[in-house]
């Protein structure tokens, strides 16, 4: 007998409303986990081994949440996952070893994988992967999945670097966020066509931009690096983008869900000699993560006029730990300031808040300084 | 020329084909002492602060290295994968890079390269290649020392499958062939440590565990002195195989020796903050429950004291001996 299974995915910021509606066309439930609190923290701490990476914590945490609050429900857990390096590779093992031994059996898991070695194994496992994700439909039906689903991730991107754009900007508080909100409702329930996405994200950002607010601004600008899914998750960064930008900082982050696909599986030959070139002589050999990413993209960002750079990663992540070392070296070779703000169960946002602040603070004198405007003082790179 | 070889990391694995290669080149090389306080702190001072302790002690074997004057190259490999498909940890595949980052005036020192070991002798031919064109030597001689250092693991390998430890591999290597034939001493329990071989026998990081468990009695045997053919049958359990080498044979050696009848109890050592670790270790909690043998973490840091070592190793001790019906120690 087969029973209807619900999906549930990995909730990562705001796209998780593109991920809803891809299901919703394939006719399947859905649930989206809560972003993760101090509940599904909780969760996830106590059941998984101590030194594993804080991601993996936190997921585990939210699908435990939703396995226990629903065990009449079967679910079909979705887990996005590779072969490398990084820990990432090996974490739906680890939950279904975790979640059976607490006495949850009311799942499967779905791991989607790219192609690993050896090919002959790894594309027929692709193919199957991907059906068992995408279920038996007919092809079209799939492939508008995907086109409405990358439509609305890309809209609600563009919404949302619009809002980090117009935050430090606006005359009353607040009103970005309040326009901001009405739009990704309205993203997020809009019908599954392609001409709706595009009808209302052009609305909506005309909306936004009709906020009132001082376009001609000379804001310093800092750049966010670091590890995807702290990078790109609200709540697992404790929302450092919103508070950079009304701390008045032109905030730009590198990794989005669009350049990360499209960098790592459509273009990823292109991007890996991209990357190599700009990263020689510090990190130019393949170690899986965000690691080398990080490397080069604050070497990109101090070419592209930045003031600063964060590196927000997770405590214990493999690669960004090692990459954060060789940013100490970028740091001083390439005169930008480099924060590594690590992560986990134990972060505290007073605390946190306050080693930003310092931080803008020294980029905001650094920036005056520069200009010619106050005498010169000499170069400080914080790091942790 | 004198080739500094830092006592850390895959020197625990991989020392006896490099003593053959530069051996048979002839040239000189010179070990780091083994780990020690100031080692420790030269290289926690030099890493970054949460990187994984056995990559912090590496670096201080480095700069011990590089502070010595007459040491001509310090040999940093960078030991990219171990078995087909089987690759090494980001912090290690990134290894020259971090040194070179820490240590960037003394740069030139380094003598680095890719190795992909166990796949063949062309990448071997190519890696060692590398280092002799370095070295200056020529291509017949670098052929003839890889065939010497290829000849030197193999032996080394014999040992440990015999049951001799690396810590003995390293003091005999002039005589392997002794040690091959060498009697091991058996005693009255077995205890079997699981992880990295780095952590396993960088005796002053670990508090000396191996000497420790030979003083009561134990006889230990370590991951790495089994085939990999005997425990190739636990990828089923672990779903799907670990992308590092290392970790693979730690959790498939600790699923073996539990299973084993003749093993009383399995220690796995990790360092702090090592990240794969984690992984294996819970493999290995998860399948103890099912098995029923008696299971130690021991994880180490900078900090870690004798005191509270000696205590939990004795107390595993105590449980093991209660488990076969011995009896308490008598204090």
């Known amino acids: 007998m087969r029973r209807k299974a619900t999906y549930i995915f990995p909730r990562m910021g705001y796209s998780y409303a593109a991920f809803e509606s891809f299901f919703q066309i394939l006719g399947y439930d859905v649930i989206t986990p809560d972003p993760s609190n101090s509940q599904t923290l909780k969760r996830g701490v106590s059941n998984s081994p101590e030194g594993m990476c804080f991601p993996f914590k936190i997921l585990l945490g939210q699908f435990m949440k939703v396995l226990e609050e629903n065990p009449d429900k079967y679910f079909k857990i979705v887990s996005l996952e590779s072969y490398g390096p990084c820990r990432f590779g090996y974490y739906s093992p680890l939950y279904s070893k975790i979640l059976k031994d607490r006495g949850l059996n009311n799942f499967e898991i779905v791991n989607v994988e790219g192609i690993y070695p050896p090919w002959y194994k790894g594309i027929p496992r692709f193919f199957k992967k991907l059906i068992k994700l995408v279920g038996w439909h007919a092809p079209w039906t799939g492939i508008r999945a995907f086109v409405i689903a990358g439509w609305k991730v890309y809209a609600i991107e563009e919404l949302e670097r619009k809002l980090y754009h117009l935050i430090p900007r606006e005359k009353i508080t607040g009103s970005t966020e309040k326009a901001f909100k009405r739009a990704f409702e309205r993203i997020h329930h809009a019908p599954n066509k392609v001409r709706a996405v595009k009808k209302i994200l052009a609305e909506e950002l005309e909306r936004m931009d009709s906020v009132e607010h001082v376009e001609d601004l000379d804001l310093p600008k800092i750049g966010l690096v670091g590890e995807a899914y702290m990078l790109m998750d609200y709540s697992n960064n404790l929302e450092i983008e919103k508070k950079l930008a009304y701390m008045g900082v032109d905030v730009d982050r590198s990794l989005w869900v669009t350049n990360w696909t499209l960098d790592r599986i459509i273009r990823a030959k292109k991007h890996l000699n991209h990357m190599s070139e700009v990263n020689k002589g510090y990190l130019d050999f393949f170690i899986g993560g965000d690691g080398q990413e990080s490397v080069m993209n604050t070497i990109l960002y101090k070419q592209k006029g930045f003031d600063g750079v964060i590196q927000v990663q997770p405590f214990g992540c493999l690669p960004e730990t090692a990459a954060k070392q060789i940013l100490s070296k970028v740091s001083k070779d390439y005169d930008i300031p480099v924060l590594s703000l690590s992560f986990d169960e134990q972060t505290g946002e007073a605390g946190f808040i306050t080693r930003l602040e310092a931080f803008v603070d020294m980029i905001k004198e650094r920036k005056l300084s520069k200009s010619g405007t106050r005498e010169k003082k000499s170069t400080a790179v914080v790091s942790h | ?331």
């Not at chain 2, 060692?128 to 390998?157: H, P």
């Not at chain 2, 009561?216 to 049958?233: E, Q, S």
């Not at chain 2, 073996?256 to 990790?270: K, R």
Request: aromatic share 12%.
């Open chain 2, 1 to 331: 020329m004198k080739i500094g070889i830092p006592r850390g990391l895959y020197f625990y694995v991989y020392y006896p084909m490099w003593y053959g290669f530069f051996e048979s080149l002839g040239h000189d090389m010179v070990l780091s002492v083994p780990t020690n306080k100031t080692i420790l702190n030269l290289g926690v001072s030099n890493a970054v602060d949460d990187i994984c302790i056995s990559v912090k002690v590496y670096h201080g074997h480095v700069k011990y290295l590089l502070d010595k004057k007459d040491v001509d190259y310090v040999f940093v490999p960078r030991v990219v994968s171990e078995d087909k498909y089987k690759y090494t940890c980001s912090k290690l595949a990134a290894m020259p890079d971090l040194i070179k980052s820490v240590f960037s005036k003394d740069a030139d020192r380094i003598l680095s390269v890719n190795m992909y070991m166990n796949q063949g002798r062309k990448p071997l031919f190519d890696a060692f290649g590398e280092i002799g064109r370095k070295l200056g030597a020529s291509v017949k001689n670098v052929k003839k020392a890889v065939k010497e250092a290829v000849i030197y693991q193999e032996k080394a390998t014999n040992c440990l499958r015999n049951g001799h430890n690396f810590i003995e591999v390293v003091r005999n290597i002039r005589n392997l062939d002794d040690l091959l034939d060498k009697p091991v001493k058996e005693r009255q329990y077995k205890v079997a440590l699981a992880g990295f071989p780095y952590d396993i026998y960088d005796s002053y990081m670990n508090g000396d565990v191996i000497k420790r468990l030979e003083e009561a009695d134990v006889r230990v045997v370590v991951t790495d002195m089994l085939n990999p053919k005997v425990y190739k049958k636990y990828t089923k359990y672990m779903i799907k195989d670990l992308f590092w080498h290392q970790a693979n044979v730690a959790a498939k050696g600790g699923m073996y020796y539990m299973d084993s009848p003749d093993i009383d109890g399995v220690i796995t050592i990790s360092s702090f903050n090592c990240g794969i670790g984690a992984i294996y270790e819970k493999l290995l909690d998860l399948y103890s429950k099912e098995t029923g043998k008696p299971l130690m973490h021991i994880v180490v840091d900078e900090q870690t004291g004798d005191a509270g070592l000696v205590t939990r190793i004795e107390a595993f001790i105590d449980l093991i001996r209660v488990k076969k019906g011995d009896g308490l120690v008598a204090s």
